[in-house]
């Protein structure tokens, strides 16, 4: 056992940073799906953009990372905003049109990248200063990576506080729970759809920035993600920020372990831990109560 957990730890290291960055894209489509009704087949263009503007922006300097950052937030925020514009008049509509809306506008915004950045996959480098390697007890582990694990991690915390802990969380699910008592206190419930949206819409976006050395953007890179995050909240729960971390956690180690273990069955492992979840607990993991 000692010497598996020694052959696979760098994989199990590895697991846990494409878990967490698979949790700021899922998040906030769990939240706009799980919280608000909302199903928005574009989220993951939201991450390509991100990573699209990493590549163009970032020269190997901090202050390239910080500008890459900033406007890849405001580009998050812009792209929530018009989604959430795009979607408002279909939310009475069903999940089938929304789902055909966001999706040709997942379809229309990927060709246009393509037109912008070409067809290929662009690796991005990440600051000079974090591009080496450091030493996890005895391997050789990339430092951005172990960073990005820091990073994430402080993320997934504000976001669990701020939805959890907070008065604007508070607000946002009692929303949920029951949205004409909330208008009848005269608060606009549009503007908390507005907020749910950029939120998760620009944490998707800066971890596009932050993820574009894990990964490259490219041609499908959104819809890989997109399916990724799906499976991600279908473990987890709708709406539940606890569930998409633990979510995410697990599929990062069934894709890492899987390649790097048994790789002629990793494509198969993903939904197989999907379908175990579900037979086992087909609300996901941590399903928020609903009224």
């Known amino acids: 056992m000692i010497g598996w957990l020694d052959a696979?730890?760098?994989?199990?290291?590895?697991?846990?940073?494409?878990?967490?960055?698979?949790?700021?894209?899922?998040?906030?489509?769990?939240?706009?799906?799980?919280?608000?009704?909302?199903?928005?087949?574009?989220?993951?263009?939201?991450?390509l953009a991100g990573a699209y503007t990493a590549y163009a922006l970032s020269d190997g300097s901090w202050l390239g990372l910080l500008v890459a950052l900033v406007v890849g937030l405001v580009v998050g925020l812009l792209g929530g905003a018009f989604l959430a514009a795009a979607v408002a008049p279909l939310q009475g509509r069903g999940h089938l049109d929304q789902a055909a809306l966001t999706l040709g506008i997942m379809l229309i915004a990927g060709e246009l990248l393509i037109m912008v950045f070409g067809a290929e996959v662009l690796p991005t480098a990440p600051p000079s200063a974090l591009g080496g390697s450091i030493s996890l007890l005895g391997n050789a582990y990339p430092l951005y990576r172990l960073v990005f694990i820091g990073v994430a991690g402080l993320l997934a915390a504000f976001v669990y506080l701020a939805f959890e802990r907070s008065s604007v969380g508070a607000l946002v699910r009692a929303t949920v729970a029951d949205r004409d008592m909330v208008r009848a206190m005269g608060v606009d419930t549009r503007k908390i759809l507005f907020g749910v949206f950029g939120f998760g819409a620009a944490l998707a976006a800066v971890g596009g920035v932050l993820g574009a050395p894990i990964i490259a953007p490219g041609p499908g890179i959104d819809e890989r993600v997109l399916v990724l995050s799906l499976v991600v909240i279908v473990i987890g729960g709708l709406g539940s920020v606890r569930g998409a971390l633990l979510g995410a956690l697990l599929i990062g180690q069934v894709q890492t372990l899987g390649v790097a273990v048994v790789p002629a069955y990793a494509p198969f492992l993903l939904f197989g831990a999907m379908l175990l979840v579900l037979a086992l607990r087909p609300q996901g993991l941590f399903a928020p109560a609903r009224a």
């Open 8 to 47: 696979n730890f760098v994989s199990m290291v590895d697991g846990v940073a494409y878990g967490l960055l698979l949790f700021t894209l899922a998040v906030g489509l769990s939240l706009v799906f799980g919280m608000m009704d909302v199903l928005n087949l574009a989220h993951g263009t939201l991450y």
